[in-house]
């Protein structure tokens, strides 16, 4: 006999996403990153090896990075969630992502949405990191086009520059 299997009902969600508040009804099945590329069409977050291991799918959950191709939609339920649509400020760029274009951190630019938004991760919580801590933390982050050396120094550089902008403040 042939059973006949449904879908699952949609699942509401409510969170934050880039500083506003979103309710959302999503399949509760589908990853976060399905939901922000298919469902709101925030096509800045890429897809490489939807496994976990290449980092270019990073967001920021909470303030810390993830690879939204390993996490559930309904997981983002009362979270706060930054993608790389949201570093800048109109036609204002993140002193993260003019760090990344000075230093010529960026080719194909592929892995740069997640590098953008591990390095804004750290420089949160450390805001004149180490070399070591720069590489520490850029290690879930892949990129076959650089070399990784342009972007420890662009990561140094925007330490500095998101410094700046801080003693601009007061
Ligand atoms: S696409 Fe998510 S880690 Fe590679
Ligand atoms: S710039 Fe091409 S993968 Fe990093």
Redesign the pocket.
């Known amino acids: 006999m042939n059973k006949k299997y449904e879908d699952p009902p949609l699942l509401k969600i409510a969170f934050v996403l880039n500083g506003k508040a979103l309710e959302l009804e999503i399949k509760p099945w589908e990853t976060v ?1 399905a939901v922000l590329r298919n469902q709101l069409g925030l096509m800045g977050t ?13 967001i920021l959950v909470d303030g810390r990075a993830v ?4 996490m559930l939609g309904p997981q983002l339920d009362h979270k706060s969630v930054e993608t790389v649509e949201g570093l800048s400020t109109g036609d204002t760029l993140h002193p993260i992502q003019e760090a990344f274009l000075s230093t010529g951190a960026i080719q194909c630019g592929y892995c740069t949405p997640g590098m953008l938004l591990s390095t804004k991760a750290l420089l949160d919580k450390s805001p004149r990191p180490r070399r070591e801590e720069i590489i520490e933390s850029l290690s879930g982050n892949l990129c076959r086009c650089t070399g990784y050396i342009q972007i420890i120094e662009a990561v140094d550089l925007a330490a500095r520059l998101c410094a700046v902008d801080r003693s601009d403040e007061h």
Do not use: M, Q
């Not at 090896?49 to 980092?55: D, L, S, Y």
């Not at 690879?67 to 390993?70: G, H, I, Q, V, W």
């Open positions: 990153l890429k897809e490489g090896c939807g496994i976990g291991e290449c980092g270019a799918c990073t690879n939204s191709c390993l």
